[in-house]
């Protein structure tokens, strides 16, 4: 790639672990292990072997481009690598073999806090972080006011960061990398510590630096109906390699069909399942999803889902049951299933155990990793049973696999419907084909 801004080539690192520290030892502990030493065979080869145990390759063997302007996604499970890697991109650590290239300057938002000194307030390292990037004080002053405007912490400015929360350290750790014109932005899954509006607010922005402004952006995130929206390419790191490299769409489904995969069968206790609340005069204690009759932790868009889920009343009652889904990570509810709903249903339970099905013929979600909450309150809304972030899945494309002439490929939104297109002969002529 002539034009790659970022360069790697067998990129490597390792990491020891689990060794004893020395540094802080007395004089006596000193003093006794040099009057042991010649009673201990074998010293050298035993530490050896403990040495060798103790090293674990975070990296290995990485090797990609990334052009001027591009957008590439870094997705993954946690400990696969990817902050590991952003980290040496952005000089924070040095890779134990191999090599990164960097063209231009680099501005990195990889943890709540980094870059930042907690003495000095917000207006203050708003300087500190542009002369760190190379920049005349001018240039910072130009700039100021959007980076003030983006953050939305006026009243704040003059106030040091220590005693910023968490969204708002990163408010304005983000608004800092992204307004003082760097030619390579990178971003960890950090921006998750902001709220729904703020996120959206900065996937806005890092299109449109790379999209207007011509600049590259490496973005970490598990959020993967927005890492398709934004990225035109993606890695996926897999226990420090690369497993997929390609077209921001087919890695991201690739990953998702691996962990629907390998994931456990969402089939749950929840007898004393502890995330929960209410007063427990009708209680859950069992649910799990169930795909052509078994249970199955991955789902197609668009395809059949059955969530399954028994519970116990202590006495006769009606209950009020409810079911919301939720993107896992960011967990903004997307879809909320209620028995009002269903006009066959009947609310009045005697004293033990229901079980209930609920049949969903086509699961309007977009690609990506959900989970639900599942609800039982009284008529007047008081919550009897409230079970949170259990039944985790993960949606898959299958038109990706169909012989369909077209396909989604950058897909918009949480949810997709079916529709009935057609066209209008009424007043006007569809143009046939030559």
């Not at 962990?259 to 427990?280: E, I, Q």
């Amino acid at each position: 790639m002539k034009d790659a801004v970022i360069r790697v080539q067998g990129l490597g690192k390792q990491y020891r672990i689990g060794l004893r520290r020395h540094a802080n030892r007395t004089f006596g502990e000193m003093l006794v292990e040099g009057l042991a030493a010649p009673f201990r065979r074998r010293r050298s080869t035993r530490a050896a072997a403990d040495c060798d145990d103790g090293l674990i390759w975070a990296l290995q063997d990485v090797s990609f481009d990334v052009a001027r302007g591009e957008v590439v996604g870094i997705i993954g499970a946690n400990g696969a690598g990817k902050s590991t890697l952003l980290k040496i991109l952005s000089r924070i650590t040095e890779p134990t073999t191999g090599r990164a290239l960097l063209r231009g300057r680099v501005a990195s938002l990889l943890e709540v806090g980094t870059g930042f000194h907690p003495e000095l307030t917000g207006r203050e390292n708003i300087y500190l972080n542009g002369a760190m990037l190379g920049m005349k004080r001018a240039e910072i002053a130009r700039k100021f006011d959007e980076i003030v405007a983006f953050a939305e912490i006026e009243k704040f400015l003059d106030t040091p960061v220590k005693r910023y929360s968490s969204g708002m350290y990163v408010r304005l750790a983000f608004a800092v990398a992204a307004h003082l014109e760097p030619e390579i932005l990178v971003v960890d899954e950090v921006l998750a510590v902001g709220d729904a509006d703020f996120q959206k607010k900065c996937l806005g922005k890092m299109q449109g630096v790379s999209r207007c402004e011509g600049r590259t952006v490496l973005f970490v995130s598990h959020n993967m109906v927005a890492l398709r929206n934004l990225c035109m390419r993606a890695l996926w790191l897999d226990r420090g390699r690369i497993r997929a490299e390609g077209e921001a769409a087919a890695v991201v489904h690739e990953y998702l069909s691996s962990l629907g995969a390998t994931a456990s069968a969402p089939d749950v206790d929840l007898t004393h399942w502890a995330n929960r609340r209410g007063s427990g005069n009708v209680r859950f204690t069992h649910a799990r999803l169930l795909r052509d009759g078994r249970p199955c932790g991955c789902f197609e868009r668009l395809g059949p889902m059955t969530l399954q889920f028994t519970f116990e009343a202590k006495t006769p009652t009606r209950v009020n049951l409810s079911a919301i889904c939720a993107t896992s990570g960011e967990n903004i509810k997307v879809l909320q299933l209620a028995h009002q709903d269903s006009p066959g249903f009947d609310p009045e339970v005697a004293a033990g155990q229901h079980t209930v099905r609920v049949e969903i013929d086509r699961l309007p979600l977009q690609c990506g990793e959900y989970h639900w909450m599942l609800g039982l309150h009284t008529d007047a809304l008081v919550a009897e049973d409230v079970v949170c972030d259990v039944l985790h899945f993960v949606v898959e494309d299958e038109l990706r696999t169909s012989p369909r002439p077209y396909r989604s490929i950058n897909a918009h939104g949480l949810c997709t419907l079916l529709a009935d297109w057609h066209y209008v002969e009424e007043g006007c002529r569809a143009v046939q084909p030559v």
